[in-house]
Nanobody
Framework: QVHLVESGGGLVQAGGSLRLSCAAS????????AAWYRQAPGKQRELVAF???????ISLDSVKGRFAISSDSAKNTVYLQMNNLKPEDTAVYHC????????WGQGTQVTVSS
């Protein structure tokens, strides 16, 4: 059974940084296809970034230049580096398999104070 476990969220002041991790287990090579989504209260889920074995993409315009997605094959882990955080980045961040979201993590809360 595939398990995705996110970590690294927390409370940070505006302008700060966090690095989220998504560790995969259960027979899946997560670096072949993974995505980060976020969902703020009362808002729709947004695709933030995704990667495949050949490319890394930041899909959300509001975070381009501030967020980066990366992976570590040895750890079977995907990361989301978030810099210059803004209050509007406050959300629960989830990782999933990509392009088909067959497996999801439980999410990690990111709260950015102004």
């Amino acid at each position: 059974q595939v398990h995705l476990v996110e970590s690294g969220g927390g409370l940070v002041q505006a302008g700060g940084s966090l690095r989220l991790s998504c560790a995969a287990s259960g027979g899946i090579n997560i670096i072949r296809g993974a995505a980060w989504y976020r969902q703020a209260p009362g808002k729709q889920r947004e695709l933030v970034a995704f990667l495949s074995s050949r490319s890394f993409t930041i899909s959300l315009d509001s975070v381009k230049g501030r967020f980066a997605i990366s992976s570590d094959s040895a750890k079977n882990t995907v990361y989301l580096q978030m810099n210059n955080l803004k209050p509007e980045d406050t959300a629960v961040y989830h990782c999933s398999t990509f392009p088909v979201s067959t497996s999801w993590g439980q999410g990690t809360q990111v709260t950015v104070s102004s």
